[in-house]
């Protein structure tokens, strides 16, 4: 049996699957101090035995392994997660049970590569466009990951031309997150992403800025595939927008598939973080 565990800053999931694509089970919870979630995450697989469980963890988290912080949450707007041996004390705790350990959006990256919209191909990017925008990089069949993981939800873009707002984002004001994020366009319209009409200007701007997105991903990993994910992307209308503007941005300069295969919605869903986790499992 395979575990997983999508560990969300606002909520945790964990699940079990007897072949990695079928949820047998799963249990989803608020994301309180490590103390109250951490005994909910214990007493779930205490209950639910398995032999290796893959871990997806909000962040930003260490996952160089030879880093002696290897699987801690670090320096997180979570403040009682700051520096919490997330894997250390799983390990603890199951002993007999192996691990593996990537970042949420990474987990979620490896289920659409696996089971989801990037079955096929070897390269992809994922993009989750939600309370905070990140992305997870598939190359050559493995996840993408240096010294640390990539932040790519910060990266610079440049600013819509009817666009004003100074960004949310604590560090950067007008990064991908700070003008594109869920928050972002509560701020900047006084209202949720939404409740904001599927006519409203404010989609071609949003697409504007994650086309940018695509596009600085293209010319410098060139992935076979860009999935989109994550709760603003629940607006149907934005994939065809972010095709158009992308098209635009890119005038010709490099090939691509054809768009409308090249830049899609993900297909696993709610399910893809906890299905990437599976899949992590069966790989170790």
């Avoid at 192996?98 to 990474?106: Q, S, Y």
């Avoid at 086309?211 to 060139?222: G, I, K, R, Y």
Wanted: charged residues 20%; proline residues 5%.
């Amino acid at each position: 049996m395979l575990g997983a565990i999508e560990a969300g800053g606002t909520k945790f999931v964990c699940a079990v699957s007897p072949d990695g694509q079928k949820v047998e089970h799963r249990e989803e919870f608020p994301t309180l101090s490590p103390e109250e979630t951490m005994v909910t995450v214990y007493h779930y697989f205490e209950h639910h035995p398995v032999e290796s469980i893959g871990i997806g963890s909000f962040g930003p988290v260490d996952i160089k392994k030879t880093s002696p912080t290897f699987g801690y949450i670090e320096e997180t707007p979570k403040q009682s997660w700051q520096h919490f041996n997330f894997l250390g004390e799983m390990q603890r705790h199951f002993p007999k049970i192996k691990f593996a350990f990537t970042t949420d959006v990474n987990a979620a990256a490896y289920g659409e590569f696996k089971k989801g919209a990037g079955q096929g191909v070897s390269d992809l990017v994922y993009w989750t466009v939600g309370t905070g925008i990140g992305a997870g990089v598939i190359l050559n069949g493995q996840i993408l990951q240096g010294y640390g993981h990539p932040e790519a939800g910060h990266i610079l873009v440049k600013r819509h031309s009817e666009d004003s707002f100074i960004g949310v984002c604590p560090y950067h004001h007008d990064c991908l997150e700070g003008l594109a994020s869920g928050p972002a366009m509560e701020k900047r319209y006084n209202t949720s992403a939404k409740n904001i009409s599927e006519n409203s200007t404010a989609w071609v701007i949003e697409a504007y800025y994650l086309a940018q997105a695509c596009m600085t991903l293209t010319l410098t990993v060139a992935p076979e595939k860009i999935i989109f994910g994550g709760g603003v992307m629940h607006q149907k209308q934005l994939i065809p927008l972010i095709q158009k503007e992308f098209t635009e941005l890119l005038a010709g300069y490099v090939k691509t598939p054809p768009v409308d295969q090249y830049i899609t919605s993900i297909q696993l869903h709610d399910d893809a973080g906890v299905i990437g986790g599976f899949q992590l499992a069966k790989d170790l």
